[in-house]
């Protein structure tokens, strides 16, 4: 995949008029009229649904922040663009700028993936096995864009390769069309996917990942503010099924640490992430993002624009193997390995360290980091078992199984279903999923469907609400499309 997500320029369509008595010949220009003939065509295609994630609108930036600063470990240092302190602070408006840009790179990612699904069928396919793992990969993709526009903004636009040509889509009456559209497209990517890539194809959806986001939204779904509880059964079932799926074959690094390096970013914990690469135009800047400014941390410097709180630094017991891979501790300087920094002593904040590895040198500038952005990893797997176990049945031996085997990693004492009722055991899994993911980018997820914003964030000085458990419909949707509903919070 380090190869295949090469910028490919190709393919900024969206779906035009289909009736033959407006279609022309082109032959200078490509359209999804004359470009859609060939497999190197439709890989090409698949290929611009991929870069979507890269971009800084999306998972290469804003998608990440959103979902990050709310959290209680995060903050934005002060620095930067008033959105992050205002995700940070619960602060946010309608007009807040982030929103915008999430919603509209989601959509666009979503857009590329109907225009490829619409045309696919005029493709010249050596085989219908090439077709099905196109068709899967592109129905990963765009149930991921919708997964996420749905937790953002719990009300979103119903767009499929059948109304391309929709120009205002309204949010009202689609959340189980939407849905459903979810569920659809990671079962069928399941169902036609390889369970896990090797060589080159490292990196592009498997099996595994859609069974592993299939998950994510039963989970969705059975919280706040879905509280569909029959979905609790659901997701504990699959969440068992891959843990004991062979053929996807996952497991947790022996050491936490490993999970964050570049040699081990597609190991046995590996299930989806952000594919990064230096020096072809597909770095990113997390390494500079999330590093220590004037630290002599990395090869180009850092930002300190995301960093750890001191609060959350302090939760996080000293004997839990997961600090030194969390959070900076020590360090001798990059340029000047005769300096030692140490935090608390000359570092002044705490400052995470998941992102940084001193063999990511390749880099030809800030954003040309090859560290990749984990989406999902076999963690996450264990601890949607025990939360779904938990929420449909109670505590139990069954419920702690995903959670213990998390807290054995870390050297912590494991749970015992005695000491538990289900508010209690819920309670523990969020703290346990802030130290586990912390700076991966789950944080309002977890808050909003466990329905914690209010309890874990008000010790924190600031004053979320009930409508902070949505995002607004951004302004500027709302002026451009008149049949978009804005949430009820906010009108």
């Known amino acids: 995949m380090k190869k295949y997500i090469v910028i490919i320029c190709a393919l900024l369509f969206l779906g035009g008029c289909h009736e033959d008595f407006l279609t022309e010949e082109a032959f200078s220009n490509l359209t999804p009229l004359n470009f859609y003939k060939t497999e190197a065509d439709a890989k090409a295609a698949l290929t611009s649904v991929y870069n979507t994630m890269l971009a800084q609108n999306g998972w290469g930036r804003q998608v990440w922040l959103a979902a990050e600063y709310p959290g209680e470990a995060s903050w934005p240092n002060n620095s930067g663009e008033a959105w992050r302190t205002e995700l940070d602070r ?45 068709t899967g990969e592109t129905r990963f993709l765009r149930g991921l864009a919708y997964l996420y526009l749905i937790r953002f903004f719990d009300h979103v636009p119903y767009m499929t390769e059948e109304n391309l040509d929709e120009l205002y889509p309204s949010n009202a009456g689609t959340d189980d069309l939407v849905w459903d559209l979810i569920i659809d497209d990671f079962t069928y990517a399941k169902s036609v996917l390889k369970p896990k890539n090797t060589g080159a194809d490292n990196g592009r ?24 509880s029959e979905y609790w059964s659901l997701a504990a079932t699959e969440a068992t099924a891959i843990m004991n799926n062979s053929e996807y074959g996952y497991d947790l690094e022996d050491d936490y640490g490993n999970v964050f390096l570049l040699s081990h970013e597609h190991g046995p914990e590996y299930i989806f992430s952000l594919e990064c690469e230096s020096t072809i135009g597909c770095g990113r800047d997390y390494p500079t993002f999330t590093g220590i400014r004037n630290g002599d941390q990395i090869k180009l410097g850092g930002w300190s624009s995301l960093i750890s709180s001191v609060y959350f630094f302090n939760t996080m017991n000293s004997a839990d193997k997961r600090r030194e891979k969390t959070f900076v501790l020590s360090y001798n300087g990059y340029a000047n390995p005769a300096n030692l920094y140490t935090y608390p002593g000359n570092i002044t904040l705490p400052h995470f360290n998941k992102f940084i590895d001193m063999t990511d040198i390749k880099a030809t500038g800030t954003a040309d980091y090859a560290m990749n952005l984990p989406i999902a990893r076999f963690s996450d797997v264990l601890m949607m078992q025990s939360e779904a ?70 010790p924190l000085g600031f004053i979320p609400t009930e409508k902070h458990y949505v995002f607004p419909i951004p302004q500027e949707e709302m002026d451009a499309n008149p049949n978009l509903v804005q949430n009820e919070p906010y009108r």
């Not at 009722?421 to 997820?445: H, M, P, V």
Request: aromatic share 12%.
């Open 389 to 458: 176990e938990n929420e449909a049945n109670g505590p139990s031996e069954t419920a702690l199984i995903g959670i213990n085997v998390v807290r054995e990693r870390a050297g912590l004492s494991l749970f015992d279903p005695a000491d538990f009722t289900k508010d209690a055991l819920r309670d523990s899994i969020i703290q346990e999923r802030t130290w586990e993911f912390c700076e991966e980018g789950q944080a309002y997820f977890d808050l909003k469907r466990m329905d914690k914003i209010i309890e874990r964030i008000t």
């Open 205 to 228: 959806a498997t099996a595994g990942a859609a069974h592993t986001m299939l998950v994510k939204a039963y989970t969705t779904l059975g919280g706040k503010p879905w509280y569909r």
């Open 90 to 134: 619960y602060t946010w408006t309608t007009s807040s700028t982030g929103f915008s840009q999430v919603w509209g790179q989601l959509y666009i990612m979503i857009n590329r993936a109907n225009t490829l699904l619409f045309y696919i069928d005029q493709v010249n396919f050596s085989t219908a096995d090439l077709k099905e793992q196109i």
